[in-house]
């Protein structure tokens, strides 16, 4: 069973606090796919990463990084001097296999507030 | 920019009545998503689509719930009979799927579905 676990629901930091957003994640394909979306107040969804299983390097984009760990079937998501703008929805999600075409589970989000 | 379109962008409808909501994918994206989001339940996958062809449809009520893909450019979800419950955010998401390739999906600004 593919599944996506986001367990905190909503977060609250200071302006320019570091803050990190969990997902966990369970699947028993060999091959898969991680990604990250920011659904921002205005309703859209922003795709901001995506991970294949065999790649285990942390990956780091400006104020973000992302940190894979198949040990603990983790791919969690840190903000690094947080804004108002980061103020969002944050969404895991894990690619089912080739042959569910692609199908994506997405975790429940993180609400994430960025107090100034 | 190539981007996902969705139409309309909000709409407002009494029980009974019939709603379409039309989506234009990324030009040469072969997978299109329907993705419903509410409060309670979250982001629900609907239906999917690869090659125009339908491979899953098991999230939808079957009985007043129906997607097509009339062509490469055009995704619709149709629900007829509307009910209160159906009030939602519809989007739209495509994607590219290669061989064994998980590429990620882009989504549209959605489709805000209120029903009276």
């Known amino acids: 069973a593919q599944k996506v676990t986001q367990a905190q629901t909503e977060i609250s930091v200071v302006e320019k606090e570091d803050v990190t957003l969990d997902c966990v994640y369970e699947?028993?394909?060999?091959?898969?796919?991680l990604f990250w979306y920011k659904q921002p107040p205005s309703g859209e969804l922003v795709f901001l990463i995506r991970?294949?299983?065999?790649?285990?390097q942390n990956e780091i984009s400006g104020r973000y990084s992302w940190n894979f760990q198949k040990s603990t079937s983790s791919f969690n998501f840190t903000i690094t001097a947080s804004q108002v703008v980061d103020s969002a929805v944050y969404f895991c999600?894990?690619?089912?296999?080739?042959?569910?075409?692609?199908?994506?589970?997405f975790g429940t989000g993180t609400s994430l507030t960025v107090i100034p | 920019d190539a981007r996902v379109t969705q139409t309309p962008r909000h709409k407002v409808t009494e029980m009974g009545q019939e709603v379409t909501m039309r989506c234009q994918p990324i030009?040469?994206?072969?997978?299109v998503f329907w993705y419903r989001q509410t409060m309670m339940q979250g982001l629900e996958l609907l239906a999917y689509?690869?090659?125009?062809?339908?491979?899953?449809d098991s999230g939808m009520p079957k009985d007043r719930f129906s997607a097509e893909m009339p062509d490469a450019t055009l995704a619709t979800l149709k629900i007829q009979p509307s009910e209160p419950r159906d009030s939602a955010v519809y989007f739209c998401?495509?994607?590219?799927?290669?061989?064994?390739?998980?590429?990620?999906?882009?989504f549209g600004p959605g489709t805000r579905l209120t029903v009276l």
């Open positions: 998401a495509s994607g590219l799927v290669l061989d064994s390739s998980y590429n990620e999906q882009f």
């Open positions: 699947t028993r394909d060999t091959t898969y796919y």
């Open positions: 991970r294949n299983s065999f790649d285990e």
């Open positions: 999600a894990l690619s089912g296999s080739f042959n569910a075409g692609n199908q994506f589970y």
């Open positions: 030009l040469g994206h072969n997978t």
């Open positions: 689509f690869r090659n125009r062809a339908p491979l899953d």
